[in-house]
Structures are given as structure tokens and as C-alpha cells.
């Protein structure tokens, strides 16, 4: 303020000398540094508060992706189920049975006790011994029965054992449930005509599966040096590790076994 009032005394008295220079010079040297300073405060300010704001923009536009991809997920996933179900209805068309379609809800994977569960039971008119099936082939059968869900064993449990026989020829052997393996079809002849690729089917004796339904396709052929059968391992037709949606043969197939077995010979 003392070098402001000098400087205007000085001009009004009509004197500007050396020493009025050096005092302007040095007041528009501080204003100059003041108005730098103040500026950079200024664009710093302006800088923080944009990039504040690209960063809540960043925020927004990120959570608002996150939940584009979850619906885009959600019509994906409902896409899909809708082939599923469309390709369902469309084999059960063709079928001749009127079968009951069930959801899988749950899974037991011990190696000896493959099962899964339905959701399926009494109320549905469910018994066991009924067939368990899916476009691909042969699933299993009940096994257990409750109100409204029911237990299924897998075809290829070890516990699991089918009559089948090799499609082209309608050779017969018992097919055993061998876990990961797929199956093993025992008791067919050394001079059966076998090869790689043909298809085994159910046989329909006994009367548990229907003649015909596909189990799967012979994977390896074993001639052992003693012994009169081939071993013969199948790979399954059915993926029993993708089970969503199965159909339930309601034929009361235990209760004609049972028939079956009290009729009286003639």
C-alpha cells in the first residue's frame, strides 16, 4: 500500500523517475506473478472438477454396462431354454406314448448309486419302475417315489443293469452301467457280428424299457483268449452330465411285470 501511495504521489507531482521504474516495475512483476498464480489455481480447479466428473461419468456408464450384460445374459439364457423346450415338444409329437416331462433339481453322483432328482411324484400318478428317457435315448428309471419328487437311477450306474441287443443283428447281452466309462455289454458271443459304431438298443425283454429305445454306440470290442464272450464297451448316447428336462414313461411297467408273474401258466 506505502509503495502504491508513493507511485501515485510521484505522478501527480509530475515525477517518474529512475526510482517510480523500478517501483513499477517491480508492482506489475508481483500483480503479473499473481495473476500466473491465480490462474493455474484457476485451471486446476476446472481440471479437477472435469476430471471428477469423467470419473463419475466412468462410474455410471460402467454400472450401467454391468446391467446391459446381465439382461443381455438373462435373454441369452431364456433363448435357449425356449429351443430347449421348443426341440421337447416337438419329439414328443412323434412319440406314440403321451409322456410326462420333469424337471432335474437335483444330483447324487456316488459311483455305485447314480441318481438324480425330479421334479415328479405321487401326485403326478409317478410309480417306480417307470422309464426315464430323453431325446437321445435311455435315462434310467424310478426308483423312488414322494409326493412330488421322485428318485431316478441312472442307465449307467454299476448298480444299473438292461437287456439290449446290437441294432443290425438284434444280438442280445446284458448292458451294466460302468460310471464314467459309459457301459459294458456282457454275454455276447466271440462269432457275433460286432463292430465299432453300431448301435445298441433296448431289447424290451422283461418288460422295464420298451423294444428300441437307443442306449448308445459300440466304442471298443475285447476278444479275450479265454471264455466264449466279448466284452464290449458303449459310449452313451445320453450326456447324463447335462440333464435339465427329462420325460417320464407313465406306463406302469412294474405293476404288468407284476401281472405278468402271477398269471397262472397254461
Not at 483268449?225 to 447335462?242: A, H, L, N, S
Not at 404288468?256 to 397262472?264: L, Q, S, V, Y
Amino acid at each position: 500500500m506505502t509503495v502504491a501511495l508513493l507511485l501515485l504521489s510521484s505522478m501527480l507531482g509530475g515525477r517518474f523517475g529512475a526510482t517510480h521504474r523500478l517501483t513499477l516495475d517491480f508492482i506489475g512483476c508481483m500483480q503479473s506473478g499473481v495473476v500466473h498464480v491465480v490462474d493455474k489455481f484457476a485451471e486446476f480447479k476446472n481440471n479437477y472438477i472435469t476430471n471428477w466428473s469423467l470419473q463419475e461419468e466412468n462410474k455410471r456408464l460402467l454400472k450401467r454396462g454391468d446391467t446391459y450384460l446381465t439382461e443381455l445374459q438373462k435373454y441369452r439364457e431364456s433363448y435357449l431354454e425356449a429351443r430347449t423346450f421348443e426341440a421337447l415338444l416337438n419329439f414328443k409329437k412323434g412319440l406314440s406314448i403321451d409322456p410326462l416331462s420333469a424337471r432335474v433339481v437335483g444330483k447324487e453322483p456316488s459311483f455305485w448309486y447314480k441318481t438324480i432328482i425330479v421334479d415328479r411324484g405321487r401326485n403326478d400318478d409317478i410309480e417306480e419302475g417307470m422309464t426315464v428317457f430323453v431325446p437321445e435315448g435311455v435315462v434310467g428309471q424310478i426308483i423312488q417315489v414322494g409326493d412330488d419328487y421322485s428318485k431316478v437311477l441312472l442307465a449307467n450306474a454299476p448298480t444299473s443293469a438292461i437287456d439290449a441287443i446290437i441294432q443290425k443283428n438284434r444280438t442280445r447281452g446284458i448292458l451294466r452301467g460302468a460310471g464314467s466309462r459309459g457301459y459294458v455289454l456282457n454275454y455276447v458271443l466271440k462269432n457275433a457280428d460286432v463292430a465299432v459304431g453300431d448301435y445298441v438298443v433296448t431289447a424290451g425283454i422283461g418288460g422295464l424299457f420298451p423294444t428300441g429305445m437307443v442306449v448308445g454306440t459300440v466304442a471298443e470290442i475285447h476278444n479275450r483268449e479265454r471264455g466264449m464272450f466279448q466284452e464290449i464297451e458303449v459310449t452313451p448316447e445320453v450326456d447324463f452330465q447335462k440333464l435339465e428336462y427329462v420325460f417320464i414313461d407313465r406306463t406302469n411297467r412294474k405293476k404288468i411285470i407284476d401281472e405278468m408273474n402271477r398269471a397262472p401258466m397254461k
